[in-house]
């Protein structure tokens, strides 16, 4: 057995989750997604903050900052829901165990989801 196993795995799912959240997803081009992604009201607070943090590593998240049109109300659920649909939207998938698809469309005042 190769010493380097565990090694050789992560580099690969590193380099698998790079090509799945670095860009838009090329398969969705010109398609339209069903609904939207929100946060899940009964998620672990601790894991959508996580998720938060990781998606604004990258994701620009001026948006849901102080001052962006998404930043009130200053709520995990609320920032969770905006982060949550913006990898729906890259990545036509919804977090599962965070968030969910609604038909419904989140936007409220300035803040308009695609």
């Known amino acids: 057995m190769m010493k380097n ?4 795995f992560l580099l690969s799912f590193l380099m698998v989750v790079a090509l799945c959240f670095g860009q838009e997803n090329p398969a969705l081009r010109g398609k339209k997604l069903r609904g939207w992604c929100v946060a899940d ?23 849901i900052l102080p001052g962006g049109p998404c930043y009130e109300p200053n709520l ?19 977090k599962e165990g965070l968030g969910f698809i609604t038909d419904t469309n989140p936007s409220y005042g300035d803040c308009q989801y695609p």
């Open 5 to 8: 196993t565990p090694t050789i």
């Open 41 to 63: 009201t009964g998620a672990p607070h601790d894991k959508l903050q996580e998720f938060l943090d990781y998606g604004c590593h990258e994701f620009d998240c001026s948006q």
């Open 76 to 94: 995990l659920l609320a920032h969770g829901s905006w982060i949550l649909d913006k990898f729906y939207r890259t990545g036509a998938f919804c």
